[in-house]
């Protein structure tokens, strides 16, 4: 062959694994689409214990056909706050084991020639995602098909590169002795480098059965760029944790060290655990008595077979020293040693790579649930401005609530722009409405600080101008404030992830009481300024503060609204 058939078949091979890692995305995020939240309820319901965890990891990678959706997935529970490191660690060796069937589906699709199957799969698909109940369904048909058709592809590249009739390839690989421990390290290497830069296992291991089926590369080293990649596959996880806190942080570490230790000790007895896994297939390693159409048929099987060996005994292994991994990492990975800073950002909303798109929901919704403690905080902080006397105490608590504002206005930006990223991404229905219902919460949660901060000013102004208010002022004020801050405790309890048991009712039986309550201070205020027992001035701030309390109980009916989807005259 000339060099310009090389080029075409070169391209031939990077298309076909540009479409096998299209497919294995469109078939995760359909699979992904299709369990919805009940991927989140089983990965919160089922951690229990370390096996309950391992076997929850296996279940959940195995229904999205992606390790690196349900490592990233674990690891923003972790950073929400819903799973402990422990139960992490036991949920991503469950998906390493789960991740092994990936392999299956590839020897599958090496080894039969699936092109029949694979255009009435195209074409179902198409028809069932044009049916607007069944989409996901056809998303997923969509997916594999590409994925088989991208395999099929593949194998006929590499028929058509005649690999094992090319002298300089056999020429390169047989210059590199099977027997040398360095040698294999190389190889580990060679398949962690690769699998860190296309960020998909799937591609990696597709590549490595072509060549080893082609007869080329000797299974020892086709099994070394597997334990590569399993390495490599790591590096997802940790990039999605950049941005989190530390406790997600050590749960994507905890990945690393776990794949990491799993490699060292294989290496060690490597010839004898290949073998083996060879043996139970019926392989031998040196290739011996097979013909290269038989071997082209057994080496991919060889490969998912050592791949699943691999990883089950690793887990076996390391499944009994999960506290010890967990020190490892906790050594590995500090606590932040500025505080404040940490208090100061969002504490669950992580930058990074977002792999699950339908997940991500959940850290906004557990970001706006810190952000209504948070401007439960701050009225809280009101609340104490309006009874203190001491002018230090006063300017610092002044402060604090001016930072408090703009806190709030950053916690607004943020969390739309991140769902606004979210949203960019294929959702369901449900997920949609989800993401507009948050952004209507975060607005009136903003809304709420601006209040807050209305009414510190107003009070700020009362203590420079000297002013004071009557002891029932007083009075009313305070239980005006328990009044808002009753309504704001309703708020937080409906914002809380899964609740079920919440009743509506009670935010909305506030609010009237808080609209009633206003009404009769503002008709009191009115007779009271008549009679001369304050002056206008004083009665103006008294009731800025009274209508500030009354637009908050507002906002909070608005909030609740848009969390639980019911409005006022519909409860």
């Not at 674990?74 to 950073?79: E, G, L, W």
């Not at 098909?145 to 094992?164: M, T």
């Amino acid at each position: 062959m000339n060099t310009s058939d090389y080029v075409i078949i070169f391209m031939k091979i990077l298309g076909s694994l540009a479409l096998l890692i299209y497919g294995m995305k469109v078939m995760s995020e359909a699979l992904q689409k299709m369990a919805g939240s009940q991927l989140r309820h089983i990965l919160g319901a089922m951690t229990t214990n370390r096996f309950t965890g391992m076997l929850t990891g296996v279940f959940i990678t195995c229904a999205v056909q992606s390790s690196s959706a349900t490592t990233v997935m674990t690891v923003s529970f972790v950073n929400a706050g819903l799973l402990t490191l422990a139960q992490a660690i036991s949920v991503i060796m469950g998906a390493n084991i789960g991740t092994t069937l990936t392999a299956w589906i590839m020897s599958l699709g090496f080894n039969v020639d699936l092109t029949m199957v694979v255009f009435p799969a195209f074409f179902l698909g198409i028809m069932l995602i044009y049916s607007k109940r069944r989409r996901y369904i056809g998303d997923f048909l969509f997916g594999i098909a590409f994925l088989f058709f991208a395999l099929v592809l593949l194998s006929n590249a590499g028929k058509e590169l005649d690999l094992e009739h090319n002298p300089q390839a056999i020429q390169f690989f047989s210059s590199f002795n099977i027997h040398s421990h360095a040698n294999i390290v190389v190889f580990v290497l060679i398949g962690t480098l690769i699998t860190c830069i296309v960020q998909s296992s799937a591609a990696v291991m597709a590549i490595t059965i072509l060549l080893c089926s082609s007869g080329v590369l000797p299974i020892y080293f086709g099994i070394a760029l597997v334990l590569g990649e399993n390495i490599g596959t790591t590096a997802t996880a940790n990039l999605a944790a950049l941005g989190a806190n530390t406790q997600a942080r050590r749960a994507a570490m905890a990945h690393l060290v776990f794949n990491v230790f799993g490699v060292i000790w294989v290496l060690c007895l490597f010839y004898p655990f290949v073998d083996g896994v060879c043996h139970l297939v019926g392989y031998d390693p040196t290739g011996a008595g097979f013909t290269q159409a038989q071997k082209a048929a057994v080496l991919p099987i060889v490969l998912a077979a050592f791949h699943t060996c691999f990883n089950v005994t690793n887990t076996a292994l390391l499944i009994g020293f999960i506290p010890q991994i967990e020190k490892v990492v906790c050594w590995i990975i500090k606590p932040k040693s500025n505080k404040d800073e940490e208090d100061f950002r969002l504490r669950f909303i992580q930058s990074g790579i977002m792999k699950t798109p339908e997940l991500s929901v959940l850290e906004a919704s557990k970001e706006i649930h810190s952000f209504a403690e948070r401007m439960r905080r701050m009225l809280r902080m009101v609340r104490e401005l309006l009874s203190t006397k001491d002018a230090n105490d006063f300017v610092k608590l002044f402060s604090r609530i001016e930072k408090y504002e703009s806190i709030a206005d950053n916690m607004e930006i943020e969390i739309a722009k991140y769902l606004d990223q979210v949203s960019d991404a294929h959702l369901s229905d449900e997920t949609k409405d989800k993401v507009r219902a948050m952004l209507r919460e975060i607005s009136e949660l903003e809304s709420i600080g601006d209040s807050c901060y209305h009414i510190a000013r107003t009070i700020n102004r009362k203590y420079t101008e000297k002013e004071e208010f009557t002891a029932d002022q007083y009075e009313h004020l305070h239980q005006m404030f328990a009044l808002t801050d009753q309504s704001m405790g309703e708020m937080e309890h409906a914002l809380i992830e899964h609740k079920t048991d919440i009743d509506i009712n009670r935010s909305f039986n506030i609010e009237n009481e808080i609209n009633n309550y206003r009404n009769q201070l503002r008709s009191r205020n009115t007779i009271d300024v008549n009679d001369h027992k304050y002056t206008y001035a004083i009665g103006t701030m008294y009731m800025d503060i009274i209508n500030e309390c009354e637009r908050v109980g507002d906002y909070v009916v608005n909030v609740v609204e848009a969390r639980t989807g019911k409005k006022k005259n519909e409860a």
